[in-house]
Nanobody, 130 residues
Framework: QVQLVESGGGSVQAGGSLRLSCVAS????????MGWFRQAPGKGREGVAF??????YYAESVKDRFTISRDIAKVTVYLQMNSLKPEDTAMYFC?????????????????????????WGQGTQVTVSS
């Protein structure tokens, strides 16, 4: 089982920026797809951004504001969050899974759902005040 450790959450005012990091304990087929979910109080877990190699997926709500990147050598994925809004307030979870749980045979992305991911971090809180 891959262990994932997040860092970088915190509190910021609307319009500000934060950068989340997630380090995986190992690099194997179970980390080919890595990314971030978030869960606000009373809401379900939402897929935010994911990376497979150089390809990325973003939820519509964060496009043009968030950027996901990976350092393959460090088995680390980052989430740069700019122009933060109060509605971005949530617990952010790093998650990892196999390639086939993120991409289909013709290279399209599956809608990210919790059940497709095997490895999870413990979460880091992001709070955006207005």
């Amino acid at each position: 089982q891959v262990q994932l450790v997040e860092s970088g959450g915190g509190s910021v005012q609307a319009g500000g920026s934060l950068r989340l990091s997630c380090v995986a304990s190992q690099d194997d087929s179970g980390t080919r797809c890595m990314g971030w979910f978030r869960q606000a109080p009373g809401k379900g877990r939402e897929g935010v951004a994911f990376s497979v190699g150089d390809d990325t997926y973003y939820a519509e709500s964060v496009k043009d504001r968030f950027t996901i990147s990976r350092d393959i050598a460090k088995v680390t994925v980052y989430l740069q969050m700019n122009s933060l809004k109060p509605e971005d307030t949530a617990m952010y979870f790093c998650a990892a899974t196999f390639y086939g749980n993120c991409r289909n045979l013709i290279g399209g992305w599956y809608k990210p759902t919790s059940g497709r991911f095997q490895s999870w971090g413990q979460g880091t809180q992001v709070t955006v005040s207005s």
